[in-house]
């Protein structure tokens, strides 16, 4: 079976499997955005008289009949699989569709749709693991526990206002995946292997059937931007992963004898095969784990992309960790949004860690607000505080009641802020599968 590219020489075999590398098990999640690619490109062809409405009608049955499709090796990717499927049925009118493209901007409008698609589903998934953690939060909102610095104890805080530091990092979370999403919401069909064709393709009209908001409009750009828009992906994917592993670190340590604030659920965690009254935390640990591998995959596409201008075979290599990193996102989200459900929490072990030591800036600011300067209160507090032989527990603590402080972690104005991403998610997710769907 001859390739895309192909004459007349035949490849060596060890070339042939050493060049293909994975990219028929990776390219197959990106058949429907091959399809929506060749549809909407097939129609700006019939706009410049490159093919007939008859030809586009037949074209089209045959794209949207397309559910799965096996890639075979001999065909290296999705762009032979579904020109070959095509060209088996309708001849000579199948193979006109690539008039005007390069397998480089098919390549790149695929992953561009692929990513706006990917981003919008993990941003739900981040706004449904923020609700549960306000559901959490709002349950426990005025249990007190140690605040702590340099893991050392400090001031009080409640559970409640721990819970919202992670939802309020969710909410930012979403924010990075609407920059990603803005990253790839700009359509590359036209641009060719980066220098155009010689045919008056309606690059406008074609981005607006695909549900793009914008033309990547320098032609050359659009190759040289491709290692860019994964590396901002996963840029913004390593900025999530890092939050989901502070919220992991703090229920490991949270669920140790040592803390004893929370436990975690049977169901989230696994036994010792030696010492019979273990339980450990090994989804939050492999949480930990899976956001240290986010920076190594964010490099090796910064690696692989320091290139000059144009097309290069290298950036072959980059869609496996983009992909593996999306995958790896997914899951983290889906266990962040369960492990609220799994925390019991341990009232009094919490009540026993509240101690008098924690209350010694409570004190310092007492004395300022009787006009004592902060400094000389300061001191005299830290003198009795060293001579203290053992902290008490206290019954009653007073914390600050300023919006996002311990006292009111603002629950309603976290909420809005949800509610509202998640509309914009919507509302966008509607928009690009009516755009897909009238393409079909």
Known sequence: MKKLWQTKTDLDSA?????????????????????YGSLAHASGLVSIGVLT??????????????????ITRAQEDIHTAVEQALTAKLGE???????GRSRNDQVQVNLR???KDRLLELDAAAGAAASAWAAFGAKWDKRPIPGYTHLQRAMPTTIGHWAASHVEALLDARRALRFAFDEADACPLGSAAGYGVMLPLPRERVARLLGFSRVQRNTLRVQSSRPRLEAAVLSSLCLVARDLGTLAWDLSLYSTAEFGFLKLSDSFTTGSSIMPQKKNPDVVELTRARAALFPGWLNQVLMIGQLPSGYHRDYQLTKGPLFTALDTMGQMLEIAARLPESLKVNESACAAAVTSDLLATHEAIALVRDGMPFRTAYRQVA????AVAVPLPVDE?????????????DWKALSSLNAKATRWSTTTKGRLDKAWSALL
């Open 383 to 386: 003198d009795r505080a060293r």
């Open 113 to 115: 749709l692929y990513l």
């Open 397 to 409: 603590v007073e914390l600050p009641s300023y919006a996002g402080a311990p006292g009111r972690p």
């Open 53 to 70: 409405k008859a030809e586009y009608a037949r074209i089209r049955k045959v794209l949207s009949g397309l559910k799965s499709i096996k």
């Open 93 to 99: 009118t199948g193979a006109k569709v690539h008039a």
């Open 15 to 35: 070339v042939e499997a050493y060049t293909v590398g994975a990219d028929p098990e990776l390219d197959a999640r990106l058949l429907p955005y091959e399809v």
